[in-house]
């Protein structure tokens, strides 16, 4: 009984209303409906960029041979010097020689440290020292270094790139050759021609990072985002709509050769128990917030019973408990028979119930009195609590005969309003854990178009709950975290 009564606070029904003409003394009739709930979310929008184009722009600009040298020296070696008797005698001449080489670059390797891209330029120099005697005879040296760009990108408020390069290196094998037991090195000669081509990456690397196109890709997902997201397709359809506020920038991180922005839509998400709702009008990708997104999902599902299916539960108690007579004080037992109930929303937030009777007194002859006994209550519930009680009873009446007094005696004896309130009272406790499961893996990652959602809830929070004209409305507060991936097909 309680699982069929809890489906119907799965589902968002049209009240059920009596066909008779209702009596003068019913309620009024409730007409306001239970509200979407609408909270303020905070969605991970990850963006991508691919510095797959900034490599390759580099290893255009950068060109293989970095630089030549083909330089005539008066002096590769210094003079030998000895000495005899305490003075210095030169022994050997100044070598004079021809060097000539070339720095070369291998290919282009690009990673990530933490918020910096790092370009790797690997350097290999091949320097040969030819001198007009022949005595260095065509010695090789060779050297290796390695260079570093290390690059930072800004992102301004209005969506453009900036980036900064800083390039360093250092000769992992300085080139040199050994002559007469002496090392001779050429990096002096090597880095004044590096420090150019230094200067020429640096500004190339700008260049490039002014052209990665944000932007472009914000406002395509920011304009989609203007939509509506199923995250249960039936029993019962939910459908959450989003529409944007704003967009938290918190830095970047370097994976591979893509750029992950951590970036965050402030949004309004608001929830239906129904069809999709229609999509929010878009409006202009505003400009960019600094400040560190924390995404959270805050959600409220309404859960909405509708009074027609709670008839039934106040009819088969009413006629279980007709087999056994009611005591009335001084007036004795009664009989009586119950038609079947009317159940809707009346003012003020009250639920009321109305119950045609037919009664008749044990120790009277005579006709039975006949009318209808109306009650009202407020639905109530504790704090996260999914047991749902009626208190703050009220009983009225009205009967065909002078013995209409005894149906209201009837109404306000201790065994009748307490009867229908304990018939109305459910706990869903354990519905609620099933219907938590059903929603953690209908929610769980699912595609809608262009969008991947991934959804996680953390925690389920039972509301208060309330009645309105449509029914009975327990919100349901789902508090967990999403992302809304744009992945457009290809």
């Keep these: 009984m309680r699982a069929k009564a809890f489906v119907a606070l799965l589902l968002m029904g049209s009240l059920a209303a009596c066909d008779r003409k209702t009596d003068i003394e019913a309620p009024p009739r409730a007409t306001d409906e239970a509200p979407s709930p609408s909270q303020k979310s905070l969605i991970a929008v990850p963006i991508n960029a691919n510095t797959a184009s900034l490599k390759q722009a580099l290893e255009r600009a950068v060109p293989k041979t970095l630089w030549t040298i083909n330089r005539h020296e008066r002096a590769c070696v210094k003079p030998q010097q000895v000495k005899v008797f305490g003075k ?12 000539v080489g070339q720095v070369t670059r291998g290919p282009l390797r690009l990673r ?31 050297g290796a270094a390695m260079a570093h760009a290390r690059i930072r990108v800004g992102l ?22 050994d002559f007469l037991g002496k090392r001779i090195t050429f990096t002096d000669e090597a880095d004044a021609k590096l420090k150019p081509v230094v200067a020429g990456i640096e500004r190339e690397v700008t260049r490039e990072i002014a052209k990665l196109d944000i932007r472009k890709q914000a406002a395509d997902i920011w304009r989609q985002s203007f939509t509506a997201l199923e995250l249960n397709r039936e029993n019962p359809p939910v459908w959450m709509r989003v529409t944007p506020q704003r967009i938290l920038y918190g830095g970047y991180r370097i994976d591979g050769q893509r750029m992950n ?13 129904s069809g999709r709702p229609t999509d929010p009008a878009p ?24 009074y027609a299916q709670l008839q039934p539960v ?22 009586v028979t119950f038609g079947k ?39 109530a519930n504790k704090p996260g609590s999914a047991e749902v009680h009626f208190a703050d009873l009220v009983i ?87 992302s809304v991936d744009y992945r457009p097909a290809k």
């Design 261 to 273: 922005l951590n970036l965050g839509m402030e949004a309004i998400t608001e929830t239906f128990v």
């Design 88 to 99: 210095k005698v030169k022994v050997t001449p100044p070598i004079a020689c021809t060097i």
């Design 341 to 379: 109930s009317t159940i809707y929303a009346a003012a003020g937030g009250r639920v009321a119930v109305g119950v045609d009777v037919e009664a008749k007194l044990e120790m009277r002859s005579g006709e039975p009195t006949r009318g209808r006994i109306w009650m009202t209550a407020v639905p």
């Design 283 to 306: 409006t202009p990708l505003p400009r960019l917030v600094r400040e560190t997104p924390k995404p959270h999902l805050d959600v409220r599902v309404p859960v909405i019973a509708d």
């Design 112 to 142: 990530g440290e933490g918020a910096e891209i790092v370009v790797d330029v690997p350097l290999n120099a091949r320097i040969a020292a030819r001198d007009v005697g022949g005595v260095l005879k065509g010695e090789t040296a060779t």
């Design 314 to 335: 106040v009819d088969r108690t009413l006629a279980k408990r007709s087999k056994r007579p009611f005591a009335l004080p001084k007036l004795g037992p009664m009989m």
């Design 396 to 482: 009225n009446g009205d009967t065909d005969g002078v013995g209409g007094d005894l149906l209201i005696l009837l109404g306000q004896s201790e065994g009748f309003a307490p009867l229908i309130a304990e018939a109305l009272t459910q706990n869903f406790t354990k519905d609620l854990d099933e219907l938590q499961v059903k929603i953690r893996r209908a929610v769980d990652q699912r595609r809608e178009g262009a969008f991947v959602i991934r959804t996680r809830v953390d925690s389920f929070e039972t509301g208060e709950i309330k009645a309105y004209g449509n029914g009975l409305y327990l919100p349901v507060r789902m508090v967990g975290g999403a």
């Design 156 to 177: 301004t408020p209005d969506w453009r790139t900036q980036g900064k390069a800083r390039i360093t290196y250092g000769w992992t094998r300085a080139p040199g050759i």
